[in-house]
């Protein structure tokens, strides 16, 4: 019998301007869009920053002492640090995270109102993945920095003079990494507005 | 019984005051009581990371070659190290900023259904202060890890052979930083929640 019919009345219901929401606009907004062009932004930043720190390789003639016999051949790798390390699966998580929201988001976008469950879900997996990003982009940048600057205080002898290349590629990595990040925020920051405005 | 299901929901949102609910049972859940609870377990993790920080220093007698003259004492310090100083500043910064919202927390935490705008607020400020702290903990625990492996192929060398309290006080600090950012995590997530729970 009536289920359809029921149904109907519920959506009619769900739908009338006098029924639970507020604003008389119809259903809530679907800002699934622009969560597809931020999911966008954030593969391709992190595909980028992925490509450029794993390419960062550089070998550099080291003068030993005595001279002028002693000379050696030195790489400078990512994955000669952990943190390096960290940052790159960080990187290749987010990007296969980027692709699989990004179908995601591709499906819903079509339909009027999205679940709310829909965003809360996303909600805790996006901001899981904003606090992986930012921890490795920490770990990155704090390397990153004593290579730059080095420490005294530990012997720890800066290395960006000697190998200029290899600290420009882990930069920039660290830089869109950085970018990644921000995006990721944003991302859980649209979600819950779009569940603030549906909650209105 | 999806179709009494239906019915119930279509008598309810029939019969419901135009109060803008369309769920039955009265105003949406305020879970303030919980956000309170883990404002103050941040407040006390970050104080706590704080003080074992700020108190991690350590003099050890160093020998130098050539001996028996050479001896010199050298301290550790927190401050020795941009990344420890990072880790500071940002465990200051969510201890101000979880005083603050404890207070907020505590006004709202009486009133029957607070406004989706508060939620969506705190949504912002909490997941701000989750990837700084979460940045801290990761550029802290990577000079950390430094510090207890050193790093061969930089000539880096370890030191928490030598500044065994320094380190142990580094570990526990990290830790605690980590249990801060997992708290302002979750308080993003009761936040998303309290907003989903609303907009069903």
Known sequence: MAVTEMTDTLDTVKTAPESGY???DGPPPNYFRI?????LLLLVSAVISLVVLVTSKESEVIAVLPQPFGAIIRDAKFNYSPAFIYLVVALGVASLYSIKTMIFSCAVMSRPAPSAKILFGLIIFDILMAAIMASAVG?????????????????????????????RHVAASIILSLFASII???????????L???SN
């Open 22 to 24: 507020t604003t008389s």
């Open 35 to 39: 969560d597809f062009l931020l999911r």
């Open 139 to 167: 770990t990155a940048g704090g390397i990153g920095y004593l290579g730059l600057k080095g420490n005294s205080h530990t012997n720890w002898v800066k290395f960006c003079d000697i190998y200029g290349k290899f600290c």
């Open 184 to 194: 990721l925020v944003l991302l859980v920051v649209l979600s819950a507005y779009s």
């Open 196 to 198: 603030y405005k549906r």
